[in-house]
């Protein structure tokens, strides 16, 4: 909840709740419109077989992923690791990346991406699967979404 003097606290499971096409909840804690679009703070919570997006990088956007709780199995470049609770990855701009919950646990990670307009893709994927009759996605949509977002899947064409 925000105050008068900007500041913002909220309670276990507060913030924007919204759903993620291949998996998972995520919750925007703190949105860009909190710090003049300096970064945005998001909580995502992904199931046992779940995944964040297929291997991509991104053109202005930089991402530090902190797991809370969980593993993962997280794709940085060349390099594939396994992350457990604790652990705290770093992803450039332009770097190729991608994770999976490859754990019997749900996986919970904060995910802070910087500059924080990136914000809007996930905003405008829950839009588009709120408006879905069945509350999914073609693969053609996402890639769409993706792009005007500055995200670019690794097997993506140059130039779109």
Same mark, same amino acid.
């Given at each position: 909840m925000g105050s008068e003097d900007g500041g913002i606290v909220l309670a276990p499971g507060g913030g924007r709740s919204l759903t993620y096409p291949r998996g998972g909840h995520l919750e925007i804690k703190v949105g860009g419109a909190d710090t003049a679009g300096a970064y945005a703070l998001l909580e995502f919570t992904i199931p046992p077989g779940g995944t964040g997006s297929p291997l991509h990088y991104h053109l202005a956007t930089e991402e530090t992923l902190y797991l809370v709780e969980g593993e993962l199995t997280v794709q940085l470049g060349e390099r594939t690791t396994r992350a457990g609770a604790g652990s705290c990855i770093l992803v450039p701009r332009g770097v190729a990346h991608t994770f999976r919950n490859t754990g019997a646990q749900r996986a919970r990670l904060l995910i802070l991406i910087s500059p924080a307009d990136f914000e809007a893709y996930f905003l405008e994927l829950a839009d !588009?699967?709120?408006? $879905?009759? %069945?509350? $999914? !996605? %073609?693969?053609e949509t996402l890639r769409s979404v993706a792009t005007r977002h500055g995200q670019r899947f690794v097997d993506q064409p140059s130039g779109r």
């Open positions: !588009l699967m709120r408006a $879905s009759p %069945d509350g $999914s !996605l %073609d693969p």
